[in-house]
């Protein structure tokens, strides 16, 4: 069983041939709502590829947060423990341009849970086989999240995503940290390589099609990703999390996992959409074969 606490979000999706200058008005082509946030993208990612997942978040008592519980549920989604709080429920404005993206994220209801409340659901997060978390919580939230698992033994997974929002204190108690590129030299510096050699087996750097990079205690792994033909990149880092907390909650070997989680990212960026993309586990496993779609 996989618990993931994190931010549910509306996605505000825009496209345009190519991304407008400051100050400057440019056409669009494209505009869409569809489901979000970095939390909820990860719990339908682990869902898919399989696992039992409960997620842990609130959204508002708007349409939006309607829309959001409905989509949750039709994934096999448990949502018991997400709050409905007055008010609005998080959106992500989404500027998809040049086979990239630029992303706006506005709370909302994700901001209204409390470390406090965490305590109430220390039964759930104990009985977890891995717990998942980002940073578009609040990191009291986060914090106490952490603190509740290592006391527990449970493994965790961090996404530091906005890395803004990182903080040493969560270092004792992450068991793994799966930042981008951009993110560990946030958190790390210019030499964020050198952090991987501090954090054996437990700090994953993603960096893009190439793959991702840990240090295994003896050397530098790089794991290759996929070559694929990106259709829209939203939501490839939350899949590579709910499928490398698949992964390493089924005790798949360490770089084994990294690689399954490889291959459902490549998958993900395929299709339009955050979640719309992801996969199910005969596709990843086809992927991981060699064999085309």
Known sequence: MITVVGS?????????SRFPKQGETALGDLYTTVPGGKGANQAVAAARLGSEVHMIGAVGTDAFGDEL???????????????????TSGIANILLSEGDNRIIVV?????????????????QLSRSSMVIMQLEMPIPVIQRTLEICHQHGVPTIL???????FTDSFLPYATYLTPNETEAEEMFGEDWEKALEQYPNRLIVTIGQQGARYFDGSRHVIVEGF???AVDTTG??????????VALAEAMPFEEAVRFANAAASLSVEKFGAQGGMPKREEVMARLRGEAP
Not at 107 to 123: C, I, Q, R, V, Y
Request: charged letters at 20%; hydrophobic letters at 40%.
């Open 159 to 165: 996404n530091p995503a906005p890395a803004t929002g």
């Open 227 to 229: 070559t694929t033909e």
């Open 236 to 245: 490839a880092g939350d899949t590579f999390n709910g499928a490398l907390g």
């Open 69 to 87: 519980l409905a989509g949750l549920k039709i994934e096999s989604v448990h949502i018991e423990a997400v709050k409905r709080m007055p008010g």
């Open 107 to 123: 709370p909302g209801a994700n901001h209204g849970l409390k470390a406090e409340e965490m305590d109430t659901f220390e039964s």
């Open 8 to 16: 549910i979000n509306m996605d505000l999706v825009v496209r345009t």
